[in-house]
């Protein structure tokens, strides 16, 4: 158990609709990392908060979003889903900002099923 | 971020010796190398990284040649629990960078 928590574990939703995926980091961690794993694409960094700022962006399409909030648990958003939006979602804490020494704690991530 | 190589697949009977190559000939003299897993579906989990030492943890042995042109991860007496995917990861040691995953060894640990 890495102390990160997410909700939901499953969730299947019709294409065009709405999502939020929510991420709890581990007690004292300041970052949230977002990362997409489908069968194509592998494991995709999306973007990274850092104490409620956003400090990196990777892959992330537009109709994604993500926001940290001041009690440091983050949430993504995805809207417009389309069938490629199904993969596994998964949120990644660490202490500091992101610098190479921080080790990322991996939650057990949001499998999100469009149809 | 310097790119690695890994075999896509190994074998290993278990309570033998894992050992997982990695090949990173373009690393920077100051890049780390780190390893996680990610056991089916599950969310990866750190492993262990270096610079230039050999490390040691309660996982496993992370060891880094001499030129740093490699490294091999190895898994002290392997078990059924250790199959996974295991990821090899060139970082930048100063300032800022992502975790960039590429398809990493799948290890197979058979009875």
């Known amino acids: 158990d890495s102390g990160v928590t997410q909700t939901p574990k499953h969730l299947i939703t019709a294409t065009g609709q709405r999502v939020t995926l929510r991420c709890s980091p581990r007690?004292?961690?300041?970052?949230v990392y977002w990362y997409q794993q489908s069968l194509d694409q592998g494991l995709q960094f999306l973007i990274q908060y850092y104490n409620g700022e956003e400090r990196a962006k990777g892959n992330i399409l537009e109709r994604f979003s993500a926001q940290q909030f001041p009690d440091l648990h983050s949430e993504l958003n995805l809207s417009s889903l389309e069938l490629g939006d199904s993969a596994l979602y998964f949120c990644?804490?660490?202490?500091?900002?992101?610098?190479?020494?921080?080790?990322?704690?991996f939650g057990p991530g949001t499998r999100l099923t469009v149809l | 971020d310097a790119k690695t190589t890994q075999p896509t697949s190994m074998d290993c009977a278990e309570g033998r010796a894992a050992n997982l190559p990695c090949n990173h000939s373009?690393?920077?003299?100051?890049?780390?190398v780190y390893w996680y897993r990610q056991i089916h579906s599950q969310g990866p989990q750190y492993i262990i990284h270096g610079l230039k030492n050999n490390e040691t943890n309660e996982m496993a042995s992370l060891i880094i040649t001499e030129d740093r042109k490699s490294s091999t991860l190895i898994l002290p007496h392997a078990t059924l629990r250790d199959t996974a995917v295991y990821y090899c990861i060139v970082r930048v040691a100063s300032g800022y960078s992502t975790l960039t995953f590429g398809k990493g060894t799948m290890l197979l640990v058979s009875p």
């Open positions: 373009t690393i920077s003299g100051n890049e780390y």
């Open positions: 990644a804490s660490s202490t500091g900002g992101g610098a190479t020494t921080d080790t990322q704690y």
């Open positions: 007690s004292g961690d300041l970052s």
